[in-house]
């Protein structure tokens, strides 16, 4: 599946504001220069503080609590957006067990709904508020 097929099951959107985490040499910058081009805009860094249509985080096994990050992403994201979860492929450094997302992802108030191999090196995992989470 290349890149931009990837981007469409992201579901982003022309003028989506997308915030990224984790960023660093080993993510896959052919799938980021897809999102930016799909929306139109270059993605939000860690540090910004405006409310985002979706965050893609990539994340590894040694890159901390995962809970964290996913409460932390969840502080600017929109009612209505996700949070699209990179992890490297079985195998690949950093790889990070299945069930770790499924034990993080209610503890920080989301529900995981898919996961896809998004290119060579990742694996996207789609997480979405749950209801009672957001009220």
Known sequence: MGSE???DRFGFESG???LE???GADCDEDLRTAV????GSPLLASDAE???DGVL?????????????LVDALTFLSEDGDIWLMTPKMGRDGYIEASDIQDAAPTAGLSQTVSFAAGVDWVATRLVARKSARK
Do not use: N, T
Not at 36 to 39: E, F, N, P
Not at 57 to 69: K, Q, T, Y
């Open 5 to 7: 097929a990837v981007v």
């Open 16 to 18: 989506d504001l997308i």
């Open 21 to 23: 985490f984790g960023h």
């Open 57 to 69: 985080i990539w994340f590894r096994e040694d890159d901390g609590d995962l809970v964290d990050e």
């Open 50 to 52: 405006e409310v985002v």
């Open 36 to 39: 930016v081009s799909k929306v």
